[in-house]
């Protein structure tokens, strides 16, 4: 009732003062335009999400459960782990000494190093994985090098670990960067000049003020390294229960016309995917928290 | 704010850690991105011009980029369009939800490429749900150039919301009411005041979205149907011919494609800087 009322008193444009919802659309409006954004949303963003558990679950929970059972199955949950493992702990320690870096520091140089970071973002996954095969691959580099030392670093866990690094590299940095950079350093200069020496001040009072945008990172990390596709398909050379990823298993899956089983390991992913945005909602809203107090 | 106070120029080097953090960042940028990245560069080197074009410039490779070029084209296009809207509907209204929805838009950033792919094909097959209404109408989307354009408008949406929503945000609601008390209806305040706006923005996240479609790999592969000259994307290319052994053909394709994202990028970065600059006006 008393938008309805508002918005009579607002009907004159020429009334003295500004009308107070002239910011605000008309009714129709709002509901034309609700209903185009849900909708456009549920065709593009829902009906594929269900898709993926209604395919899983279509002979039933039996037929579901089965393709965990499958060895190779559970060989792809592990080297996904191992991966992601490896990956996003290294990428978030150099996320941390990059923003340190570019945050605290003054030097020459620094806005093309922050373009640099960035740029894994701006290589398609497949050439992701290309490049490490020009470089580690039998043709490559130290491909021969790599063969007299019986090593393989392509077609084996090594590459794949390496592409996973590649696509997730900018993550951590580009969310605490420009934190650390609104920051300023003024706390730790404070605590320098009290008498704490690096490592304290990084753990003190740096380490706390960055958790949250930190956590971020670390969670949009270790969902693009669970999922990466593109890059280690190129370096994984698809050999079933040894260097099959989630991903890459679910393709081979499908390729099969195993379809049950393909979405039932998608519907895994496809859980990882909903609980990173859980996490990521929250830590966003903890994030606004912290900020407002 | 440009008021000439002299700023005291602190010590350039008080705080620890710049030799440890500038080493190991540096070390591991080279060995992580830039060694593997100039590989690409110096085997395309290695090749002739001729071997280069012939690479290249192949019909079957021309028509995989006049694919990815389109198809990426045309979903950023949807993109603005819709993700305007949405984000429209996110910053200014409240209806019930709204918090679920806001984090959904991120699905495509969080859900692996190769389920998207394989649930986008299962609705768009000619028995799937959505497919099976529009097989009658006589439009085919799984296999065919369309699916393709369906996989990059579901990746790129986000890129566009998110880039919006911000601007959104910082709107300030009295240049409304201003356009408002001029005596400018509603319609006359969005697109001659609000739109202009936001313009700046729509352009970043449409080359936002288009740069990240034409790389897309995992999403275009299953509903593509993958037929020669027809629904290849460039990506895919590359693929094929490093499982035939044709790494410098591989790899010359691979540089025609990092030389145009690496101007996109930098397109980008400009744009951004003319939106910040635009907006503190």
Known sequence: MAAVF????ATSPHAAGPAPRATQDPAWVR??????????????????????????????????FAAFRDPAALASIKLTLIAAGIAVPANLVFGVAAA??????????????????????????????????????????????????????IFAVPGIVL????????????????????????????????????WQTFWRVTLPNIKWGLLYG??????????????????????????????????????????????????????????TLVLKALVEWRHAQSRTL | MSLAVPVPQSPRRVLPGFGLSLGFTLAYLGLIVLIPLAAAFLKTAGMSWDEFTAAVAAPRVLASYRLSFFASFAA????????????????????PGRRIVDALVDLPFALPTAVAGIALTAIYAKNGWVGQWLEPLGIKVAFTEIGVFVALTFIGLPFVVRTLQPVLLELEPEIEEAAASLGANRWETITRVILPELFPAMLTGFALAFARALGEYGSVVFISGNMPMR?????????????????????????????????????INLLQKWSRRYHRI
């Open chain 1, 6 to 9: 508002a918005r009579a008193l």
């Open chain 1, 31 to 64: 509901w034309t335009l609700t209903a185009v954004a849900l909708l456009f949303l549920l065709f593009f963003l829902v009906l594929p999400l269900a898709a993926v558990f209604t395919e899983a679950l279509r002979r039933g929970l039996g037929a579901y």
């Open chain 1, 100 to 153: 340190w870096l570019i945050a605290k520091f003054k030097f020459r140089g620094k806005s093309v190093l922050t373009t640099l970071i960035d740029l894994p973002f701006a290589v398609s996954p497949v050439i992701s994985g290309l490049i490490y095969v020009l470089v580690f691959g039998l043709q490559g580099w130290w491909g021969e090098w790599l063969l007299a030392h019986n090593l393989t670093v």
């Open chain 1, 163 to 198: 592409a996973t690094m590649f696509v997730t590299f900018p993550f951590v940095a580009r969310e605490l960067i420009p934190l650390m950079q609104a920051q300023g350093a003024d706390e730790e200069y404070a605590a320098i000049t009290l008498g704490a020496n690096g």
């Open chain 1, 218 to 275: 670390v969670i949009l990390c270790n969902a693009r390294a669970m999922g990466e596709f593109g890059a280690v398909s190129v370096v994984s050379g698809h050999i079933r229960g040894e260097t099959n990823t989630m991903p890459l298993h679910v393709e081979i899956l499908y390729n099969e016309y195993n379809f049950v089983a393909a979405f039932a390991v998608a519907s895994l992913l496809a859980l990882l995917a909903i609980v």
């Open chain 2, 76 to 95: 950023g296009l949807v993109n603005i369009f819709f993700g305007l809207i949405v984000a429209w509907v996110l910053v200014r209204y409240a209806f």
């Open chain 2, 231 to 267: 629904t290849e994307i460039t990506p895919l290319l590359i693929i094929t011919k490093l499982e035939q052994y044709d790494y410098r053909g591989a790899t010359a394709i691979a540089v025609v494609m990092l030389v145009t994202s690496f101007l996109l990028l930098l397109l």
